[in-house]
């Protein structure tokens, strides 16, 4: 067996269900897998990201050595959308030099798959 690839997953945590089905996808296809790291989607009171500001600030930063690590990162960007924190991944991940790929084409200045922070709202 070859090396495995080493994927990053970003995106927001209201899609917990898209990570988990493309965290198994790829991990099927014979990748490693970087995942979100705790999320209690039904119970905000139980999710540190929201009860615990030091927490959440840990976790983000937590990520992005996820994102270190990676081969590549892929934005899982459901209906489009991107927000601050994974706006702030893919200018992380950019600024690293890993290649960004993202789960639905985004339109930027003509070009597809190219996003930069200054465009959240």
Do not use: W
Request: glycine fraction near 8%; charged fraction near 25%; aromatic fraction near 6%.
């Amino acid at each position: 067996m070859n090396k495995p690839k080493v994927i990053c997953l970003c995106g927001s945590t209201r899609f917990v269900g898209t990570f988990n089905e493309y965290n198994k996808k790829l991990t099927l296809e014979g990748n490693i897998v970087l995942s979100i790291e705790i999320v209690a989607p039904q119970s905000t009171e139980n999710d540190p990201q929201y009860v615990n500001p030091e927490g959440k600030k840990m976790l983000d930063e937590l990520h992005l050595k996820k994102i270190d690590l990676a081969d590549e990162v892929l934005i899982l960007n459901v209906g489009g959308y991107i927000g601050k924190n994974t706006a702030n991944e893919i200018a992380y991940a950019h600024q690293t030099g890993k290649p960004v790929k993202y789960l639905e084409p985004v339109q930027n200045k003509g070009k597809e798959n190219v996003y930069t922070p200054v465009q959240v709202q």
